[in-house]
């Protein structure tokens, strides 16, 4: 289950700013890159996607965010929350008719930022956007981290500095082709940009 909007900056700021959060080594645990110092965010703007974030510090926050949800829910302690991989983003963008583009067949500059604005956009505010389950976001905006390298899709490697894929598009890039379902992109995990963020999902991991 894929979050309904990219994470925000005032989200992640939760995070950065909690006493069990940024600086916590509990997060860190096993990424090659351990405590990555943040980049400020380029467009300070509560409700717009978190810029300026690599795969380490996402890889962090989910960490994070699936030992506060325990805390607070005994309703989700069997499920992990982290990045999606490009096969659970993929058919989230396609279902449930194998679509081009999450809204639908056919390419439309309507339906999301496309660069209009020249910066990211408040998520949630192209609704016509969405996918069959209201999921929105999924193209233009940022470009988005998965959890999979990306020229081995089956490798989750934390370890490693190996590239990490990118699925939906970003306000950057406002061509048919990069708003593609199926677009891919990839970026080393280190690397922190104002047009890449990531959103989340929820996997159930083990049995109540």
Known sequence: MLSKYPITYAQFQAFIDAKDGFTDERWWQDLFMKNQAMFPQ????????????SWYQAVAFCRWLTFSYHKADLLLRNY?????????????????????????????TNAANLGQIGMTSTVGIYPQGQNND?????????????????????????????????RGGAWVNSTEKYLRSTSRNHCVPYATTDYIGFRVCAVKHYAS
């Open 42 to 53: 380029r467009y300070k703007y509560g409700n717009h996607p978190r810029d300026n974030v």
């Open 80 to 108: 992990e929350i982290r990045l999606p991989s490009e096969q659970q983003w993929e058919i989230a963008a396609r279902m449930p008719d194998n679509r081009v583009y999450p809204w639908g067949m056919n390419y439309s």
């Open 134 to 166: 209201g999921i929105e976001d999924m193209a233009g905006n940022v470009w988005e981290w998965c959890i999979n390298d990306y020229y081995d899709a089956s490798s989750t490697s934390t370890s490693s500095d190996r590239r990490k894929a990118l």
